[in-house]
């Protein structure tokens, strides 16, 4: 009996080494891919253009209104982007990252976008991909000052119709009084 217990620890010990290993594998896995993707790089990159065409909407959105944007607003949204920039620094959500991968992706999978990544075609697409991911930012503010009008007037319409919905509906009670009855028994 106990040999059967200390082959079935033994056995146990060497599956788990065995899982360990290919977590740690894996874990190795998605950390190249990272390091391939350049993604501190991108990272930082993607929060450079956000800020810029944040600030550019705002100096556009203040010139449609025939307004200057304050000095102290475009201090505040550079402070924002700062603080944001750095709670999402390289070194702060590596870990996060690699789990995401190793999550989202076997190590099979991982091995093939590593080859791929490495490949001309693969650093021709991370090259580019700064400039594609500018360029689908500039469709889609484009799109969105289009219908911008029509939003706000959406919003107009929703605000006055809550407000019209305040104004019609009484306050609440809290106490709800009934005239009481009271019956004499010996009227009849």
């Known amino acids: 009996m106990k040999i ?3 082959i079935g620890f033994v056995c146990g010990m060497l599956l788990a080494g065995n899982l360990l290993a290919d ?3 894996h874990r190795q896995l998605a950390e190249e891919l990272m390091v ?9 990159e993607m929060f450079d253009q956000m800020k810029e065409m944040q600030k550019q909407y705002m100096q556009r959105a203040g010139q449609s209104r025939n307004e200057e944007v304050p000095p ?3 201090e505040m949204q550079e402070k ?3 603080m944001m920039a750095e709670e999402m620094s390289w070194d702060k959500v590596k870990e996060d990252y690699i ?3 190793v999550g989202t992706f076997t190590e099979e999978d991982l091995r093939g976008l590593i080859e791929f990544y490495k490949s001309p075609a693969g650093q021709k697409f991370l090259e580019k991909g700064p400039e594609l991911m500018r360029k689908s930012m500039e469709i889609g503010q484009r799109q969105t000052l289009k219908i911008m009008p029509e939003i706000q ?4 319409t929703m605000r006055q119709e809550m407000l019209r919905k305040t104004m019609e509906t009484p306050p609440a009670t809290t106490t709800e009084t009934k005239p009481s009855v009271k019956t004499n028994p010996e009227v009849k």
């Open 99 to 101: 789990a995401l991968y």
């Open 23 to 25: 977590e740690q594998s």
């Open 72 to 74: 102290e607003v475009l």
């Open 4 to 6: 059967k217990v200390l």
């Open 80 to 82: 924002v982007w700062n």
């Open 153 to 156: 007037k959406l919003t107009e």
């Open 36 to 44: 391939t993707i350049k993604i501190d790089e991108q990272i930082q």
